[in-house]
């Protein structure tokens, strides 16, 4: 969970407070994709992306628990599916949704999915991922280390955002809050030796997820160096 400097600029895209992310700006990159997975009553994140880079023609987003978009968009194809990491008529693990595209854009919010999730990705499938946002649930068992790993592999932490719903709690001698945002992209568009972050947490540009919480502060190790 160490965070690093980004090398570009980031910008948050999306409504106030819960359903905005911070992504990474990163120069001359073509997105084949944005594969998004939580959409509830909220396609906002999806709109202000593909209003940003109007070139990208394909949008497809997952959500088991709902059984159509908030609203209609032509870019934005729906799959009433849950995300994880068996594939069936309920849940889709994405393999065949990544097998033939590179620099995907993936955005999660998929309340606790994203473990089992990311532990049916094969290096090759975490290869395809130009740039992850991803909202972590309490993972704070024995499995997400080697999640993490999977995840540090090939990509940095740029962004760290704590969401102000539930709290923290110390995990091996480091304090997390329970629910948290991570932005990373991969190691190939770090084209320089990798630099510790030095930004407060929250960053100016973050938003409060619930409105009426104070937000999280997280200015210490490994947050912040």
């Known amino acids: 969970m ?27 990159i073509k997105y084949s994709m944005l594969v998004s997975g939580g959409i509830a009553r909220d396609i906002s994140f999806e709109e202000g992306f593909l209003k940003k880079y109007e070139y990208v023609e394909s949008c ?6 709902i059984s159509k978009l908030p609203k209609e968009n032509p870019k934005i194809q729906f799959v009433k599916k849950l995300i994880g990491s068996e594939e069936n008529d309920n ?8 097998k033939n595209n590179d620099d995907i854009f993936v955005k999660m919010d998929i309340e606790g999915g994203e473990i089992p999730w990311i532990g049916s990705l094969t290096e090759d499938h975490l ?17 997400e280390a080697e ?14 955002h704590a969401n102000n719903c539930c709290g923290t709690r110390v995990y091996k001698n480091i304090r997390f809050p329970n629910v948290f945002e991570c ?9 320089s030796e990798l630099v510790l972050n030095t930004d407060p947490i929250p960053s100016v540009i973050d938003m409060k997820n619930i409105k009426n919480n104070a937000e999280i ?9």
Not at 60 to 65: I, Y
Not at 132 to 139: D, N, S
Request: with cysteine; hydrophobic share 35%.
């Open 217 to 225: 502060s997280m200015n210490d190790w490994p947050f912040v160096n």
């Open 147 to 160: 999640t993490f790993k999977k995840l540090n592999k090939n990509h940095v932490l740029v962004h760290f």
């Open 183 to 191: 932005t990373y992209i991969h190691k190939k568009y770090y084209s």
């Open 60 to 65: 497809v987003a997952f959500d088991g628990t």
């Open 127 to 143: 290869n395809r991922f130009a740039q992850i946002i991803m909202e972590f649930h309490r993972p704070f068992t024995y499995k």
């Open 91 to 98: 849940v889709t693990n994405l393999h065949e949704t990544i």
């Open 2 to 28: 160490i965070v690093y400097k980004c090398p570009y600029p980031k910008v948050r895209i999306g409504k106030e407070y819960d359903g905005g992310y911070v992504m990474a700006e990163i120069p001359d």
